[in-house]
Structure formats: structure tokens, C-alpha cells
């Protein structure tokens, strides 16, 4: 009986701690984005907004201290999915960040990709490129000119294991099936501040 009560008690202990495992859900990846066209010499439009997930106090003007990160689900009147990587390797960081904002309004979706590596220590970055769509159009720069700057404060650190703060800015972003009148691609600048947390480790 000794033996069978033991079991019993071991076996519930056993139970109850694959439960708790099973209960405990990371938490989902979250993101604010708001990404915009700056304009060029041969880009055809200028300043002009792209999309935005979640909000923030000072849209355009920087990241403030805690801008309203949103996961994968509904904003902005559209769907939203939010998913990312932020795995540190030695003193770098390899990042895979998407933002899609799927919206039924014309116009009003868009998305946002951006990869590479940086080191918040040093400042070094490498391989930066970027995908934006928004307003019907797609620019996409892949030849690793994308930049990424940090804010100057913000909670925790710019780059951490799963999440980043930061704003990026791709100068020659190629305009997707579109050339000028002379026959040349057409290139514009653009730019995106946004929030990823909770992007793995």
C-alpha cells in the first residue's frame, strides 16, 4: 500500500508540473511601426505616410518612452500580424522583424521587413535591408545601405535578446515595377520608427 500511495503521489507530482509547463505561454510578439516615403530626385512621391501599428505621442518625431506596441491581431481597422527574431550572437544581434497590416481600406495596410545584424555596443551594423509596402506600392533596398538608429533612452537598452528599438532609414529604396521617363528605376527614401518585443531569444 506504502509503494502504491508513493506512485500515486509521484505521479501526480509529475502531472501537475507538465500542466504548469503547458500553461505558461510565452508571451506573443508585439510591435508599433510607423513607416513613411521621404522622397528622392527620381521618386514619385514626398513625405507622404505609409502605414502605421500601433500609436505613439510623437508619431514622426521620435520614440517616446512607451508607445503603444500591439500583437498580432486587430488595429488600425485591419489585420494585424506581427512575428520576429532578435537572437544575440557573441556581441551581435541577428534581427528578422515583419509588420503587416492588412486593411480593407484603400490604402491604409502595408508592411514592413527588415534584416541584418548590429551590435548595440559598438554601433557596427551590417547587411541592413528593407521591405516597405504601402499605398498600393512596394521599395525594397537590398544592398545592405539600410541604416538603424537607436533612441536616446529607451527602457532597457535599444537592442536586447528579443527586442529592439530603433529607426531605420534606406536612402535608395528600389520602387517595384516602376522607371522613370528616362527609363531608370525608380528610387525613393524611406524611413520607419517601431518597437519589437517579446521576438524570441
Given at each position: 500500500?506504502?509503494?502504491?500511495f ?18 505558461s505561454?510565452?508571451p ?39 508607445p ?16 520576429c ?11 528578422e522583424?515583419?509588420a503587416?497590416?492588412n ?9 514592413l ?7 548595440a ?21 537590398s ?10 533612452n ?8 528579443g ?13 517595384s ?25
Amino acid at each position: 500500500m506504502t509503494f502504491r500511495f508513493s506512485h500515486l503521489v509521484t505521479s501526480a507530482i509529475v502531472v501537475s508540473s507538465v500542466t504548469a509547463a503547458c500553461s505558461s505561454k510565452a508571451p506573443e510578439p508585439d510591435a508599433y511601426v510607423s513607416a513613411q516615403v521621404i522622397g528622392g530626385p527620381n521618386c514619385l512621391v514626398e513625405d507622404q505616410g505609409l502605414f502605421l501599428i500601433g500609436s505613439d505621442t510623437t508619431d514622426g518625431g521620435g520614440i517616446s518612452a512607451n508607445p503603444t506596441r500591439v500583437p498580432s491581431g486587430t488595429n488600425q481597422g485591419g489585420a494585424v500580424t506581427i512575428t520576429c527574431s532578435v537572437k544575440a550572437s557573441g556581441s551581435n544581434y541577428n534581427i528578422e522583424l515583419n509588420a503587416l497590416l492588412n486593411s480593407q481600406q484603400a490604402g491604409a495596410g502595408g508592411s514592413l521587413t527588415i534584416t541584418g545584424t548590429v551590435d548595440a555596443t559598438t554601433g557596427a551594423q551590417s547587411g541592413i535591408n528593407a521591405t516597405f509596402v504601402g499605398g498600393g506600392n512596394t521599395y525594397q533596398e537590398s544592398d545592405g545601405d539600410c541604416s538603424i538608429s537607436y533612441p536616446a533612452n529607451p527602457p532597457g537598452g535599444p537592442v536586447q535578446p528579443g527586442r529592439i528599438w530603433g529607426s531605420i532609414n534606406c536612402p535608395n529604396a528600389t520602387e517595384s515595377g516602376k522607371v522613370t521617363g528616362g527609363g531608370e528605376p525608380v528610387t525613393c527614401q524611406l524611413s520607419a520608427l517601431f518597437v519589437f518585443e517579446n521576438c524570441g531569444t
